[in-house]
């Protein structure tokens, strides 16, 4: 069998920061000066220019597509655009600066591999700066980009930079979660340090913005020492003109963790029945290993009852199994969360039923410290919870794998999502005999 070819890579990044910091001229001098663009989102850009930009192309609009956002000069939704170099491709998140969107700040950082948050030189380190760096901390984002925006309206003023550079080295210990962190100082209306080095900086020797987020180490961020599948579709094709389709019984999803290969044993959860890796499939055919965050069909030596919702994983660093769970959570619905409220959570590709049991904490976004017990949750606020489910989760600590420790809440009724969830490592794991079954 061929082997699994080297996959492409591409790295998610989110831009935040307060409102009016310049995140959507940033991704819009990325894409223009990386030629990113097409001809016709030029001539667009050129006619939208005497509506918003005062007679020059407004770099925002590239990203800032709805009405509203045009009018206010301000960013609503999460916008994604996509550009790629020769050396990488980029999916690009612009979320909004605004308190009252911090939830669609969390929905579009939650995949993100780094995070970017800019500071207005002239302002400094604000409370929408330390929010947005605590909320990329909590959601797991190990790259972060300190980018110092509109230096020339401090006339590149050195100092300046260096100040807000040991503003956030006063608190970004207390977050101990980023593998690097960079500070860069730039132009995005002028496009100093963006794609190309200024010449405004000659004290400044570290990387462009793009030279940074091309050449950062991301290989390692997906956990690979775990394997786990979430089965989100039992393939059946049942095709009775094709012999070879007729009995094929394969379970499709995507790997949320760790290597697979043929031959390997696996374990199947919640019922912890056992079996082999028979066959590796993939649209282009066969494969004999697989890897977080591959989507492929696995056939199983064993004819066993498995269902969407299930998790395969393997016999080695095992999953924690419970009904009960202690996790952080972003609230993101006005009416606020208290304690005994039912929803619904959806964790991997299973939704079960769930009650809150107890709020724990609320976050205190102005120190990072816990407010214990707090009587509810109120919109953007965050904090830890306890909840109870209808059937026991198979789940990862949210710092170990990011797909298997995170859910969501959603209100019974009206289907809105309510909260993100991020789950604390369990207290105990599956054992390795549970309900063994002969391999």
């Known amino acids: 069998m061929p082997h699994s070819p080297h996959p492409i890579e591409i790295l998610r990044f989110n831009t935040c920061g307060s409102v009016d910091d310049g995140k959507s001229t940033l991704i819009g001098r990325l894409l223009y000066d990386s030629k990113s663009l097409m001809e016709d989102q030029i001539e667009a850009l050129e006619r939208s220019a005497d509506i918003t930009g005062g007679g020059q192309i407004n770099l925002a609009n590239l990203t800032d597509g709805l009405r509203a956002e045009r009018e206010q000069g301000i960013t609503i939704d999460v916008a994604y655009r996509y550009f790629a170099t020769p050396r990488r491709k980029f999916i690009v998140a612009d979320t909004p600066g605004h308190v009252q969107y911090t939830r669609n700040m969390v929905t579009g950082s939650s995949t993100a591999n780094l995070a970017v948050v800019l500071v207005d030189a002239r302002q400094g380190v604000i409370e929408q700066s330390r929010r947005h760096t605590f909320i990329a901390a909590m959601l797991g984002i190990p790259h972060l ?10 006339d590149w003023n050195r100092e300046r930079f260096l100040e807000i550079r040991d503003q956030f080295e006063d608190f970004l210990p207390l977050l101990d979660v980023f593998k690097d962190v960079k500070f860069i100082p730039l132009s995005a209306l002028n496009g100093d340090n963006v794609v190309d080095a200024s010449k405004h900086t000659p004290w400044y020797e570290g990387p462009t913005l793009l030279g940074h987020l091309e050449n950062v ?12 599948f979430p089965v989100q579709w039992v393939n059946r094709p049942n095709n009775p003109t094709d012999k070879k389709l007729h009995d094929f019984r394969g379970l499709s999803g995507q790997l949320a963790g760790g290597v697979v290969k043929v031959g390997q044993k696996v374990m199947v959860l919640p019922s912890g029945l056992k079996s082999t ?15 977080c965050p591959q989507s492929v069909t696995l056939v199983l030596e064993h004819d066993l009852d498995i269902s969407r919702g299930d998790m395969i994983v393997g016999l080695e660093n095992l999953p924690g199994m419970n009904t009960e769970l202690h996790a952080r959570v972003s609230w993101m619905h006005p009416r606020p969360l208290q304690a005994g409220r039912k929803f619904f959570l959806k964790h991997t590709t299973q939704t079960v039923q769930a009650i809150v049991t107890a709020l724990e904490s609320r976050v205190n976004i102005h120190n990072f410290e816990s407010e214990p017990a707090p009587g509810e949750l109120a919109l953007n606020d965050l904090g830890e919870i306890r909840l109870k489910t209808s059937k026991p989760l198979v789940f990862d600590g949210y710092t170990a794998n990011r797909l298997t420790g995170s859910f969501i809440l959603i209100e019974q009724g009206t289907n809105a999502t309510v909260a993100a969830g991020m789950l604390f490592p369990p207290l105990e794991v599956v054992k390795p005999e549970y309900n063994d079954f002969a391999i």
């Open 145 to 154: 980009v300190i980018a110092v925006n509109k230096m020339d309206l401090v």
């Open 217 to 228: 180490h991301i290989a390692s961020d997906w956990n690979l020492s775990a394997f786990r």
């Open 277 to 291: 890796v028979k066959e590796i499939w993939t649209l282009a055919g066969p494969l004999a290993q697989a890897f």
